[in-house]
């Protein structure tokens, strides 16, 4: 005799060979019966409430690794796998484009040692800054970003952009690191071979702030490649989903990408997805 388990077909069966059939409770059986939830139901509902809020605060960007961070860090402790079950086909990141590295090293200027060798690891802050520069499209038309990244934390602590390709852009994102941070003597501070490094204002900028300056190797664009991998974050997550109208309006998307959510929000895998803020805290209060 076949049996279809619908609500309306249940009763001519018997309810303890159905809960055994079903592996449920009595109670359980009775609960689906009466159309009610499961506590287990009722608790993913919660769930993807909470996912849901932490994918949307985060411009969409956050995989299952980052929301299970976040959401430890709120104190909720919850299976990846579960977390991973409930995503799936709900909360995809936006997909990521190419990103293209750029560098105008065809000069005759002096050109630094590569002291960093790839060693993107500090021990504290203010010992190992990186910078370099990247391009915005805009429709008025480009706009150059310079940045300086602490390798201590990943955190961008000076960043300039303009209009002009030049070295006054480097030497304005500079100024804006060392007025924030205060630091000390013996900084390394890496760049590629950009003629806006090489520049002699630059130059006499860090030897007059005790700077030593290292330069990656020609052609050899892994040398900076942890100031490359901030640019490919910025243009993956927030620039190329954006139609910039005017400079003015590329200004304000690049600062409320590294001044609000960069620097303060985005969990970093590199650093224990935490966002480069947290990171230098948890130091400074250990």
């Known amino acids: 005799m076949r049996f279809m388990f619908v609500r309306e077909q249940c009763f001519d069966f018997p309810v303890e060979k159905m809960c055994q059939l079903l592996d449920v409770s009595r109670s359980g059986y009775y609960k689906w019966l009466r159309g009610e939830k499961s506590q287990r139901e009722t608790e993913n509902e919660v769930l993807l409430d909470k996912i849901k809020k932490i994918f949307f605060e985060n411009h969409e960007l956050y995989g299952r690794p980052r929301v299970c961070a976040e959401l430890k860090s709120q104190g909720y402790h919850y299976n990846k796998k579960r ?11 936006k997909t990521r484009r ?3 590295v750029t560098t105008d090293s065809q000069h005759t200027l002096p050109v630094a040692p590569n002291i960093l ?20 499209w805009t429709l008025e038309g480009w706009l150059y970003l310079a940045v300086v990244l602490d390798v201590f934390s990943r955190k961008i602590v000076g960043w300039s952009m303009g209009k002009h390709l ?6 304005k994102a500079i100024k804006g690191a060392i007025l924030s941070r205060q630091p000390g003597k013996n900084i390394i501070f890496h760049s590629d071979r950009g003629i806006q490094y090489a520049a002699r204002d630059t130059r006499l900028l860090l030897n007059n702030y005790g700077f030593i ?4 190797r020609k052609g050899r664009c892994y040398d900076n490649a942890i100031t490359e991998s901030f640019f490919h974050s910025l243009k993956t997550e927030q620039v190329y989903f954006e139609r910039y109208a005017t400079r003015k309006e590329a200004r304000q998307s690049i ?5 609000v959510f960069y620097n303060r929000q985005r969990r970093h895998s590199s650093i224990g ?8 805290k948890k130091f400074v209060n250990a």
């Open 213 to 216: 300056q290292s330069m990656s």
């Open 117 to 136: 060798k790839q060693n993107f690891v500090s021990a504290s802050a203010n010992r190992v800054w990186t910078s370099d520069i990247t391009y915005i």
């Open 166 to 171: 030049e070295s006054q852009l480097v030497v």
């Open 83 to 93: 977390i991973e079950r409930l995503m799936k086909g709900k909360f995809v990141a």
């Open 98 to 100: 190419k990103f293209r």
């Open 255 to 259: 600062f409320n990408y590294i001044e």
């Open 273 to 280: 997805f935490l966002s480069p803020d947290n990171f230098e």
